[in-house]
């Protein structure tokens, strides 16, 4: 909690806004052990907080009951105060809906009481809903805390072998082939001219469309890197030449079901 | 280890590479204790690795007794064989050292040990050296496996608030004044093009100056996120406009001697 003033006017404590991670298994068929990819403070944290804002209560709930299973958590889950981010802030991400305010989601901060941000997996804010809660709670002058977990995008990153000094997420590719193709080339030639790497996402049932797209799309020599079930003991990354990616057996591509990030650097 | 065998060859089983997240805290004068911002399996990798590859084996040496206070390391640290990266990659990048082979640094795993990745923090090759190493153990078929651990541009990212859907790495920018400025104008239009956050670092001792370019540069309502201290109890992140960055005191700016990340959108 921090205690800060304004005006010289004393003010009640507010609370503190926790961006919490989650494990990156969301919807797969096995689970990481929490405690091989959360440190001890974070999930302490997680057990503390009373106040959630989530993606999607059910799976806060399923994350809460794992982390009581290491740290007990401070009151009965059907206790704590969950409240769910709007539908349209899922659909079109924070930054496309329009003029969603966040601040009443933060009610509890303003009355002293911690909050705890959680996604479906991974880092809230980060290829996920949550930068509207985070920015409202800026604007209200909360302290924002981030904590440590697993972020999907940069364990790709460093495991792709790809330039780490200059490098961009560009979300999903479009589903439309011609216009999937065009993004591609697009990227790719991005990439060669300022030697960015270039990282994307794609629903795991359209991995093995978006697989032949880039083998298809890209140069021979463009090197592509793609990762899946990061953090899981079936998890791995090859990282090759366009060239190599070719050659049948398609080996280390993803299955339709693996949550996978994609990375080129040309 | 992996087995793997091609051309139908019995091989010897050969190492994995593992890339092991370091504490952020190099050269604060705090640090966060490791079960902070480090789990289990990360650090239970680290005690149990001989064969190490870092940036400088004096830090890499600081940080394996920080481990071994947790958990035992597997042999004493003078025992373990730990090899550093050229200057010419420190100096410059693994993408700008031209023709740095890093495959005879990987000897060891062609022998069957596992072999770990460190830099002075974070995550090793992002935003620091390792990737020409990653690149090398793909090319000769090696696992490579990222562990959890902190990441400050993503911490930054999660807590500015900022878009989380699109966003861009771009290093350091240019110390020369009116390259500086034309640099955080460049970026500043990108961003408004193309919703893309733009996240960028400087050296702690320049933290003053670039603040100075940032508020000078940037439009009023363009957003700054400016994170400092990141894991550490001191740490703090403070996003606003650049017309509330303005007005003085200049409210959770960095001190010249912490590490800060730099996000603006447009």
């Not at 359209?206 to 592509?224: E, F």
Request: proline residues 8%; hydrophobic residues 40%.
């Amino acid at each position: 909690m921090t205690a800060a003033k304004h005006d010289g006017a004393p003010r009640a404590p507010r609370g503190t806004l926790y961006l919490v991670p989650a494990p990156l298994d969301f919807g797969c068929d096995t689970q990481a052990p929490l405690g091989d990819v959360l440190p001890e403070a974070t999930l302490r944290a997680a057990a503390r907080l009373e106040h959630w804002i989530c993606e999607n209560a059910k799976t806060a709930r399923a994350y809460l009951k794992r982390v009581n299973d290491l740290y007990p958590i401070a009151r009965p889950i059907q206790e704590l105060q969950i409240r769910e981010l709007p539908r349209a802030v899922h659909k079109k991400g924070d930054h496309q809906a329009g003029s969603f305010d966040a601040k009443p989601l933060l009610g509890a901060a303003l009355q002293g009481h911690d909050i705890g941000l959680v996604s479906e997996a991974g880092m809230p804010a980060v290829a996920d809903p949550g930068s509207s809660v985070v920015r409202a709670a800026h604007d209200l002058g909360l302290a924002v805390v981030p904590l440590t977990g697993p972020v999907s995008l940069l364990l790709a990153l460093a495991a792709s072998g790809l330039n780490g000094q200059n490098f961009a997420f560009v979300g999903y590719l479009p589903q439309d082939a011609a216009e999937r193709t065009a993004r591609i080339r697009a990227l790719e030639a991005l990439s060669r001219k300022t030697g960015q790497t270039q990282l994307f996402i794609e629903t795991p049932y359209r991995n093995a469309a978006l697989m032949d797209a880039l083998c298809a799309g890209l140069q021979p020599d463009t090197r592509l890197s793609v990762s899946s079930g990061l953090t899981l003991a079936s998890g791995r990354t090859r990282s090759a030449c366009v060239r190599d990616w070719r050659q049948p057996p398609r080996s280390g591509a993803p299955d339709n079901a693996t949550p996978a990030v994609f990375a080129i650097g040309a």
